[in-house]
């Protein structure tokens, strides 16, 4: 199983794609946990997660959230994928990453 975490500034703007990213999970059969939270409550959830990833809206956050999650991946969400709730393009960003 994977764990995804998605970090946004109020943990709210990401639940959209959580869920279009969990309903691409469950059709290819990838047993993934994928969540988000806001910024204030990484630092608590980052331990149980394979890879961190950051809406565009906190990118400032991603040295920080970094060095929070050490040798685990950590990135930024691309704008577009984002902006179009591309559930799909964001699994296979976080998967890649996380397969490195």
Not at 23 to 32: L, P
Not at 60 to 82: C, F, N, Q
Request: net charge negative; charged share 30%; with cysteine.
């Amino acid at each position: 199983m994977v764990r995804i975490l998605l970090v946004c500034a109020a943990g709210m703007s990401t639940s959209l794609l959580v869920e279009k990213m969990k309903e691409a999970a469950q059709k290819r059969g990838v047993e993934a946990e994928i969540w988000a939270v806001s910024a204030s409550d990484a630092k608590t959830e980052s331990e149980r997660a394979d890879v961190l990833l950051l809406g565009p809206q906190v990118r400032y956050l991603e040295r920080e959230m970094s060095a929070l999650m050490g040798s685990k991946p950590t990135e930024v969400i691309d704008m577009r994928l984002y902006g179009r709730m591309d559930g799909e393009g964001v699994l296979d960003r976080a998967l890649s990453l996380i397969s490195k």
